[in-house]
């Protein structure tokens, strides 16, 4: 089945600098890849999403870039703020189910 | 705004007694979905269901069981609640256009 690796466990960066996560799968047949953001004691959230007939997708500060060939793609948070301090979950899937990573820790320094 | 909510929030649990999640939906969503979060495992799913009636079973289905009984509505059982089954349990609903789904605030679970 399905196997998703999520590269970072940890990511510190200071305000206003970028942030990059990444995520690789193992699935050619994935269509869909999602990124959710968990703050402190909080649920889940949607945050953006990508899907297999796009490379690229940007929504504010929030960019997701694919590469199917390589299997890969990331999140990057640009001109970081402390508000994106939270924990960032990759999915991989389609619209019936998804696999996730295991989560990377996000922590924006003043 | 989807709205997905579950109950309790806490539990705590004895060994070996009987456990029920519930989730409540109203996204009329046709896909609802049980995850486990556990520190070093992420989200987990365990069991999942398409509409009224149907369950699936997810990745890590032992020791647990599902009801779907209306499109709103569905539960997460567990039949002989273990200390291993302490975690936190997240519902979700999807499956509209979007492909987004909308979780619940979770439910600490701690059996003892």
């Known amino acids: 089945g399905e196997k998703v690796e999520q590269h970072e466990s940890t990511l510190s960066v200071r305000e206003g600098d970028s942030a990059v996560i990444n995520c690789t799968y193992t699935?050619?047949?994935?269509?869909?890849f999602p990124w959710y953001k968990q703050e402190a004691g909080k649920s889940l959230h949607f945050v953006i999403d990508?899907?297999?007939n796009v490379d690229r997708k940007q929504s504010q500060r929030l960019i997701v870039l694919l590469d199917k060939k390589a299997k890969r793609f990331s999140l990057h948070i640009t001109a970081t703020q402390p508000e994106d301090s939270a924990i960032y979950f990759c999915g991989v899937g389609d619209n019936s189910k998804l696999i996730w990573g295991l989560g990377t820790s996000l922590v924006v320094n003043p | 705004e989807a709205a997905v909510t579950q109950s309790p929030r806490n539990k705590v649990a004895v060994t070996g007694g009987k456990v029920t999640l519930s989730c409540n939906q109203t996204?009329?969503?046709?896909?609802m979905y049980w995850y486990r979060q556990d520190t070093g495992h992420g989200l987990r799913l365990i069991h999942y269901s398409y509409g009224a009636g149907s369950t699936e079973k997810g990745d890590i289905p032992d020791g647990y069981k599902a009801s779907r009984p209306s499109q709103e509505n569905f539960s997460l059982i567990l039949e002989l609640a273990t200390p291993s089954q302490t975690s936190v349990y997240f519902c979700?609903?999807?499956?509209?256009?979007?492909?987004?789904?909308?979780f619940g605030p979770g439910t600490r679970l701690t059996v003892l």
């Open positions: 699935d050619t047949a994935s269509s869909y």
């Open positions: 979700a609903s999807g499956g509209g256009s979007s492909y987004e789904q909308y």
């Open positions: 990508i899907r297999s």
């Open positions: 996204n009329n969503h046709n896909n």
